[in-house]
């Protein structure tokens, strides 16, 4: 039989899969990283005053706790990213979902009864472990999008955390009113109500014709590394995509402390002004991804995206006025529209069969830049707004990811005239 004719009646069935995989299926998926999100961001409005009561320290001390329960939760998303992406190519992508569900519901549940530290600690890890299913979200999207749909699919997802990132700092913050650890049980109820949605409406994408059996050494992150390193090209993408994560992380690792420091804002201002840059993310990232990349291509979408973060960056570690904090979030937001573009650049250069080893990977490197991230950027908080400090900066974390992101830029755009040089076509 010829190659022509079996890519044939392999693309006939991926097509029916697309069409199976309705409405309601993608609104579970979406609802699934929302929910992440949610549970990400509800903790960042409390964080300052919840760290400072369980361990009695001042702000800066705070900050320090703050960072390592950043590195704990990024931890386990590196080493189980590589893990859950090819148990999702080899076992399907629903009982991967539905499960860790499930058990994102009772980590929500131990969060809310947490009184120490250790417990928080205990909770953020499991966390962590359940956050490498964004992977499975993002190659669920792959399986069901053409090549020319993944960048505005990978767009919704990132609509999807950024309405998380306004809920969950919203719930945080109004929360917080009645009780510190208030917001866990809502997050638990809604991952629970999705997870029972998800039963109902989800079906597999997973075929015979792509599915991969399971093999622990390339579930290892380093052999998952080696195998997608392998693709052509994609070496200096993933070394952007690192550094693109690194300094975004600035935000979730800093705002709260970077708020409180600079602004005096309380938990209830922290949340809405997260809230306002969550709302601005949704937009760009549901609405603006789309038609950017339709208008100037994947690369050059990035490079817009790579500049116009360098320049929202450099505003926050400048400004000193909340009103013109708050004026500029739409800058920050849409600086947002690379993120999707470079994954559709990179997922075009995947086969079907490796999708979610690639997403698992994509997880991996953003789990090992949530885990630096915190520790950097809260060290550097810490220095410039100690006592006794030099130079009272709070928002020098902020100028940092700027050189980070120009970095990034300067090696996407050499990849870019290297791909040109030789001839290969760019995604």
Known sequence: MSQISVRTRADRRRAAFRRKAGRAARIFVLLTVLI???GMGLIFPVMPDLLEELTGQNLSG???????LGTAYAAMQFL???VVGNLSDAYGRRPVMLTALFVM?????????????TLILIGRIIGGIMAATHATAAAYMADISTPEEKGRNFGLIGAAFGVGFVLGPVLGSLASTIDLRAPFWIAGGLAFANMVFGYFVLPETVTRSIRRPFSWRRANPLSSFSAVGKLPGIAPLLAVFAL??????????VWSFFGKARFGWDPLHIGLSLAAFGIAIAFVQGVLVGPAIRRFGPGRTVVLGFVLEIAAFVFYGFVTSPLWALALTPLAAIAGLGGPALQQIMSNLARDDQQGELQGVLSSVAAIAMGVSPLIMTAIFAFFTRENTLVYAPGMPFLAAAAMM??????FVQARRSRHRTGERSS
Request: no cysteine.
């Open 105 to 117: 519901t009772l980590d929500y549940v131990l969060l809310a009864v947490a009184h120490t530290v």
């Open 36 to 38: 992440d999100a949610t």
């Open 80 to 82: 189980f990213g590589p």
């Open 406 to 411: 120009l970095v990034a830029l300067a090696i």
């Open 62 to 68: 705070a900050a320090v706790w703050g960072g390592i």
């Open 244 to 253: 693109f994560n690194l300094a975004g992380y600035v935000y979730p690792a």
